[in-house]
């Protein structure tokens, strides 16, 4: 089975601090997504990667910024952690085919303080 | 670009009772098209998808037809059950656009 694992379920952290949100895939998938997911917003795209080293800006990037060593780890940075970005955070990966679906991680949960 | 719009929730309905979740989509090209599930405190899974026009998906008693004549693609299921609760999302995948997007999520609960 595929899975994406994300580091953290739950995650306290106070107004200002860098925080780091870990996403492992083991199937070797090329593209891996980063959401946030709110209340009455549904899934927002934050950023996404369609190789290592290589980053998109998806619709919500502002406050966020992305990595991508290798091919299985996806890491999203709060340079600055707000009370804004209190929120849902959700991994996930898939092939390059139009006809395969996303697998996503479990969700982290953050609350900043 | 790309958009989805689903049918406003919550929904609720009692067990065995008939359910469509509306859904409808503008994209380029040819896209293909997913309904995914998520449970209480879980992620999305996959619940069932299309990848061209025709295209029935099927799953868990689930069904949805891709309908490129009205760029709909309406989740159905004969008779729910109480496990059936939980949030729905649909999706289409664009490769012009080498990203997925999401409707807003319908809340469905089911009552005994």
């Not at chain 2, 309904?35 to 990848?51: D, F, I, N, R, S």
Request: net charge negative; proline share 3%; hydrophobic share 30%.
């Amino acid at each position: 089975d595929v899975k994406v694992t994300q580091s953290s379920r739950y995650l306290v952290k106070r107004t200002g601090e860098k925080v780091f949100l870990e996403c492992v895939q083991d199937m070797d998938h090329e593209n891996m997504f980063w959401y946030r997911q709110d209340p009455g917003l549904g899934l927002r795209l934050i950023y996404f990667s369609y190789d290592v080293k290589m980053k998109e800006k998806g619709d919500i990037p502002e406050g966020y910024s992305v990595s991508r060593e290798k091919k299985e780890r996806f890491s999203l940075i709060l340079e600055s952690a707000s009370t804004n970005q209190t929120s849902m955070y959700l991994c996930a990966s898939s092939t390059q085919s139009q006809n395969t679906e996303a697998f996503f991680g479990q969700g982290t949960r953050l609350t900043v303080v | 670009g790309d958009s989805v719009t689903q049918m406003e929730g919550p929904v609720t309905l009692s067990e065995e009772a008939f359910l469509t979740i509306n859904c409808t989509y503008t994209a380029t090209g040819y896209p293909s098209l997913f309904w995914y599930v998520q449970y209480p405190g879980e992620g999305l899974q996959l619940l069932l998808k299309a990848t061209k026009a025709d295209d029935k998906g099927s799953n868990k008693g689930f069904e949805a037809t891709y309908r490129k004549e009205t760029t709909s693609f309406h989740l159905e299921k004969g008779s729910v059950q109480v496990s059936d609760s939980a949030v729905y999302f649909c999706a289409l995948f664009n490769t012009n656009a080498g990203k997925s997007t999401f409707g807003d999520g319908t809340t469905l609960t089911v009552k005994p």
